[in-house]
């Protein structure tokens, strides 16, 4: 060991010596024992959301003094993700959500995402390391996404059906377990393909396409669709990527000649390079599969052949030397367009070569249209009468006549330009239209006076124009659907023709500024979808466009109105407009009179939208029209009774299945006045009651107790003396309300006293009452009850109450005796008011007319109104006093 190595040992042991002495011992115990806590968050909070609280979890005294701090070893951490509350210890998160994926980029499932952290605990008395963990839970924030946006798969023609291809390109889901991603589906799988999905050994889904039908380059060379990755997330979040099926070509179709038979005229005079005819053959197949060439039969001479050259590539004839014949030949070529794998096609060109006369005279072609390899092309827009090329006759003799015209179908003619130069212009005569005539062949004849006939071929191709609009074949679609359809269902295909030829005639749908969001055209094949579920009681028609576009310049569109109806499921119970219903009738309602209409409807059309109703409780009692809603009861109720009915109404829909509802009905019997009092005591007008002699003015002797089976103010009942035999007038008197009955007056006679009661109730809008006989007997005793009897029994004239119970019970009765004075006060009081009120009037416009005098004066004036005023107030506290005593 070095010198330097142990002066380096000595200084750290002597470190540590003085670090024992300096710092207590708690301290050291707390920084050899560092504590672990974990915490468990899910990602993507928002700031300020709590994680946990150090300080509780550490279980310390915040008592202690000085009080404990905490801050975090890693600050950039502490800005970036989490805030620590220095005082106590609690973990928040920061302005910075935490995204799992972003800190824990490889962490796989099974494999937790931990943010770790170093919370220290000061001051040193209290120090302690805290080793912090905190979980981050993964939630489903991303959408699954595929690595590129247009995923490109070839797939030959000839696939077997069920033949399977991987899609290499799937989609990543940064979430894990069963955030990521689940399944995979087309859009559109155009009825040939469908995707099924597998899983390897490390979890990984890889999408496969499976073909399902036949394929056929030549009917569609692609297919293009949306792939789908779809996450388990709730709700599912989706990644979608074009993927675009190439139909790759395979060699499964020959060469065709466009024409088999070919007819060329030649001149005996001919030079070497004179065009004679182009040969064209097709081949539907692409690349290597579609090459063509041209090459004669074996049958055809060598001679021949070497005449007559024929481009291998092109298949343009031309003639390979000078012919010079003063007689007329007669050839007949057979031409093979040959392709890989193929037989063949067959083609015969004719070549007659026409006898010259030396010096004769010829045709001179100058074309105004263009012009390539003999064919003139003019366009089928071009007008009437619209020039195509000029002829020229030479060689002329001086005696020489010359015809010239025209064989050949066509709208053409062929017109003298300038008849003494021998000049000829052809021209159209109307019009041309590609979609019925696409070529024309015209022979220019001149024949002279010596019988020499001289023929010019020529060809006139039309050229296509975009003047045909796309054609539907209904203008009208009518589509029937119902209502609760599955998403993504097929509705109809629309199909539209295009008469014009190539890209022209190409015809792509577009749904039109009307179309409701949810329906879908393809933009090819016209199949026209909805992409949700239709609920006819939302809306039951719908009415838009669709629009047929060509790919020509300028486009040219139609359009089609496609009319979509709805049709009704029974998807909807009858629903009442009130929850339940009260209804309040008066008693004794006749029988089958309407009590109240129950209002149920069914937002479902024809027979589902058909409802019945029945009772389900008290139909012995009520009845309900079904058609109108209308309860009625089969009888009078009556209320005392029974004063309230429940009844459980159903409204059931015409549907099959048949859905219902049920409402509850309370029907309430409101009172009417058709029960009197009933009295129940005295129980009759034969009862009587000993009353002695010396009874003093203000005992209640008896009372009179009836009852009433009605309700409200038909059962108040009032009670009154009408009659009575024996006393003098005023000795009893009746309390309205209670029936008590007390003697006013001293009895001075002994025998039989008789009250004849009146028992009213308050009824509308008669009231409606009883009376009863009160009998009082008054003596010490009750010694001979025969002879009270016969009293009781004896008839005798009853004198009437001088007054109505209500006037007599407010002057005699104790209660009423009061009722006067009040009234006489308030009378009193009012009028007093009255007049304070109009002097208080007076008074101030008598101020407002004197304002413009002295002050002095002024105040003088008013001190008399005052003065009066106190003097009428006295006035009336003395009154006041005076009616009070009354």
């Known amino acids: 060991m070095s010198s330097r190595q142990l002066s380096q040992k000595g200084r750290l042991w002597g470190f540590c010596i003085i670090l024992l002495y300096t710092t ?33 979890d550490l279980h310390l005294d915040f008592t202690v003094d000085p009080p404990f701090l905490f801050s975090l070893s890693q600050k950039k951490v502490s800005e970036q993700y989490v805030n620590l509350k220095n005082t106590t210890g609690d973990l928040f998160t920061s302005a910075t959500e935490i995204d799992r994926e972003t800190l824990c980029p490889y962490s796989s499932v099974g494999q937790a995402c931990v943010l770790s952290l170093d919370v220290i605990v000061l001051p040193q008395q209290y120090f302690q390391l805290v080793k912090v963990k905190i979980s981050i839970e993964d939630v489903n924030d991303n959408r699954p996404t595929f690595p590129v946006d247009e995923i490109c798969m070839s797939i030959p023609e000839n696939t077997q059906v069920n033949t399977r291809y991987a899609v290499e390109q799937s989609a990543v889901d940064p979430d894990l377990g069963v955030y990521g991603v689940q399944t995979y589906w087309l859009v559109n799988d155009f009825g040939v393909f469908t995707l099924d999905v597998e899983e390897n050994e490390g979890g990984e889904l890889t999408p496969f396409l499976i073909v399902t039908e036949s394929l056929d380059r030549e009917r569609q060379d692609e297919y293009i669709t949306d792939i789908i990755a779809e996450d388990g997330g709730t709700p599912p979040l989706l990644g979608a990527a074009t993927l675009k099926i190439v139909i790759t070509d395979v060699n499964d179709n020959c060469p065709k000649f466009t024409e088999s038979q070919i007819n060329v005229t030649l001149h005996g005079n001919s030079t070497k390079g004179t065009h004679l005819a182009r040969l064209h053959a097709f081949d539907p197949d692409l690349g290597a599969n579609a090459l063509i060439s041209y090459s004669y039969s074996d049958r055809v001479p060598r001679d021949t052949r070497s005449l007559f050259h024929l481009d291998k590539l092109t298949g343009v004839m031309k003639l390979a030397r000078n012919v010079d014949m003063v007689t007329g030949t007669f050839y007949k070529l057979t031409v093979l367009a040959i392709g890989p794998g193929c037989i063949p096609a067959v083609a015969t060109v004719t070549v007659h070569i026409i006898k010259v006369v030396t010096g004769p005279h010829a045709i001179i072609p100058r074309y105004i249209a263009s012009e390539k390899d003999g064919v003139v092309s003019i366009k089928e827009s071009e007008p009437a009468f619209s020039p195509i090329a000029f002829f020229t006759i030479k060689n002329i003799g001086k005696n020489q006549r010359v015809d010239c015209y025209l064989e050949g179908a066509g709208p053409f003619r062929l017109v003298p330009y300038q008849e003494v130069k021998n000049e000829y212009l052809l021209e159209t005569t109307e019009p041309l239209d590609y979609e019925k005539t696409q070529k024309y062949e015209l022979i220019l004849v001149a024949n002279n006076s010596q019988g020499i006939v001289i023929k010019t071929f020529l060809k006139v191709q039309v050229l296509d124009e975009n003047d045909n609009a796309p054609v539907f074949q209904e203008s009208l679609v009518e589509i029937s659907i119902e209502e609760n359809n599955p998403p993504n269902t097929f509705l109809a295909r629309l199909q539209a023709s295009d008469n014009d030829g190539g890209s022209q005639g190409e015809v792509i749908y577009l749904l039109g500024g009307d179309a409701p969001g949810i329906f879908v055209v393809d933009h090819v094949t016209g199949v026209l979808t909805v992409t949700t579920s239709l609920d006819r009681e939302e809306k039951e028609k719908y009415r838009f466009i669709v629009r047929a576009v060509d790919q020509g310049t300028p486009r040219r569109e139609s359009i089609a109105t496609v009319v979509l109806t709805v049709e009704d499921r029974n998807d909807n119970s009858p629903r009442f407009i009130n929850k339940d219903f009260t209804f309040f009738v008066a008693e004794n309602f006749p029988g089958y009179g309407e009590i109240g209409m129950l209002s149920v409807t069914d937002a479902d059309a024809g027979e589902n939208g058909w409802i019945a109703l029945s009772i389900l409780n008290g139909s012995d009692i009520f009845m309900i029209d079904t058609g109108r809603g209308a309860l009625r009861a089969r009888t009078s109720l009556d209320r005392e009774q029974q004063g309230t009915y429940h009844l459980w109404i159903e409204a059931v829909d015409g549907g099959e299945p048949a859905l219902s509802t049920v409402t509850m009905v309370t029907v309430l019997l409101l009172d009417v006045n058709d029960n009197p009092p009933v009295v129940l005591f005295p129980q009759s007008n034969q009862s009587y009651m000993l009353v002695l002699p010396d009874t003093t003015p203000g005992t209640s002797i008896t009372e009179v107790y009836a009852v009433d089976k009605d309700t409200g103010m038909n059962a108040v009942i009032a009670y009154s003396i009408i009659k009575r035999k024996g006393g003098e007038q005023g000795s009893f008197a009746i309390d309205p309300e209670t029936g008590n009955i007390t003697l006013r007056r001293e009895l001075s006679n002994r025998g039989l006293y008789s009250l004849l009661v009146k028992v009213s109730d308050h009824g509308q809008p008669e009231p409606l009452y009883s009376t009863v006989m009160v ?23 009853i004198e009437v109450e001088e007054k109505p119970w209500y006037i007599g019970q407010m002057t005699d009765g104790p209660e009423r005796y009061e ?3 009040c009234r006489l006060v308030l009378i009193v009081l009012s009028v007093t008011c009255l007049g304070l009120f109009f002097l208080v009037i007076v008074l101030t416009s008598y101020i407002c007319c004197k304002r413009y005098k002295k002050i002095r004066k002024k105040r003088s004036e008013v001190e008399v109104p005052l003065k009066i005023k106190n003097d009428s107030a006295q006035f009336l506290n003395r009154k006041f006093r005076q009616i009070s005593n009354i």
Do not use: H, M, W
């Open 24 to 56: 207590p011992l708690p301290c050291l115990t707390n920084f050899s024992q560092a504590k672990e806590l974990v915490y468990k968050i899910k990602e993507g909070l928002p700031k300020g959301t709590f994680i946990g609280a150090i300080g509780v």
């Open 775 to 797: 009998n009082f007997f008054v003596n010490e005793t009750v010694s001979n009850e025969s002879y009270i009897q016969s009293l009781l029994t004896r008839e005798a004239d």
């Open 819 to 821: 009722l006067f004075p």
